[in-house]
C-alpha cells in the first residue's frame, strides 16, 4: 500500500501570510498512463471534506485561486499564498494512481495564530 | 443541486448489522463511480469501499473485506452500505462520495458500535 506522510501535523498562521503544507508518498505516485493523481482535500470544523485540488495542481471549481499545489514523484506541497479565516480547517492529500486502497495523508490543521 | 444525503446510522452492539443507504440528486448517477469514506472521532479520513458504474468491481479496504458490502440501484440513485459483524473500531461517521476520487461528499451519517 501507498503510505501518505503530511507535515507539519499543526500549522499556526497569521491572516495574511502564506502556509505550505508537505505531502510525501512511499511509492512514486506517477501513473503508467503519464499523469500523477495527487489530491487535496479541506475539512472546515464540523463540515465534509471537500475536494480543493486533484492530479497534483488542478484547482477545482470555486477554489480560490490563493490555493495552488505543486510536486512530483514522492513529494508535494500544497501552497496558500495569503491564508484567510476561512481557511481554518484540517487538510488531507490522497493519492489515487495505486489503488486499492486509497490512501490519505493523517492531515494537517490550519488554525490562525 | 447537486448533492448527497447519508442515512441509516446508528448505535449498534458489537456483531451487530446496519445498512447504510446514500440518495444522489442534481446529477446523472449512474455515469459515476460511488465510494464510502469514513472518519473515527477525532481521526482523519479512510476510505472504505468504492463501486463501478455497472456494479461490475467493487473494491474494499482489508479492514471491512468479508464483514461489508457496497451496492448500488442506478434506478433510484442511490449507494448502499451493507455492514455485518459489526466491531468497535467501525465506530465513525460514514460518507458517500461522488467518483474515486470524492469531488463531492455527503454530510455523513454516524455510526457507533457499542454495547
Known amino acids: 500500500d501507498v503510505v501518505m506522510t503530511q507535515s507539519p501535523l499543526s500549522l499556526p498562521v497569521i491572516l495574511g501570510q502564506p502556509a505550505s503544507i508537505s505531502c510525501r508518498s512511499s511509492q512514486s505516485l506517477v501513473h503508467s498512463d503519464g499523469n500523477t493523481y495527487l489530491n487535496w482535500f479541506q475539512q472546515r470544523p464540523g463540515q465534509s471534506p471537500r475536494r480543493l485540488i486533484y492530479?497534483?495542481?488542478k484547482r477545482d471549481s470555486g477554489v480560490p485561486d490563493r490555493f495552488s499545489g505543486s510536486g512530483s514523484g514522492t513529494d508535494f506541497t500544497l501552497k496558500i499564498s495569503r491564508v484567510e479565516a476561512e481557511d481554518v480547517g484540517v487538510y488531507y492529500c490522497m493519492q489515487n494512481t495505486q489503488w486499492p486502497p486509497l490512501t490519505f495523508g493523517g492531515g494537517t490543521k490550519v488554525e490562525i495564530k | 443541486e447537486v448533492q448527497l444525503v447519508e442515512s441509516g446510522g446508528g448505535l449498534v452492539q458489537p456483531g451487530g448489522s446496519l445498512r447504510l443507504s446514500c440518495t444522489a440528486s442534481?446529477?446523472?448517477?449512474?455515469?459515476?463511480?460511488m465510494s464510502w469514506v469514513r472518519q473515527a472521532p477525532g481521526k482523519g479520513l479512510e476510505w472504505v469501499a468504492n463501486m463501478k458504474q455497472d456494479g461490475t468491481e467493487k473494491y474494499y479496504v482489508d479492514s471491512v473485506k468479508g464483514r461489508f458490502t457496497i451496492s448500488r440501484d442506478n434506478a433510484k440513485n442511490s449507494l448502499f452500505l451493507q455492514m455485518n459483524s459489526l466491531r468497535a473500531e467501525d465506530t465513525a461517521v460514514y460518507y458517500c462520495?461522488?467518483?474515486?476520487?470524492?469531488?463531492?461528499w455527503g454530510q455523513g451519517t454516524v455510526v457507533t458500535v457499542s454495547s
Open positions: 492530479e497534483v495542481s
Open positions: 442534481g446529477f446523472t448517477f449512474s455515469r459515476y463511480w
Open positions: 462520495a461522488r467518483g474515486h476520487v470524492f469531488e463531492m
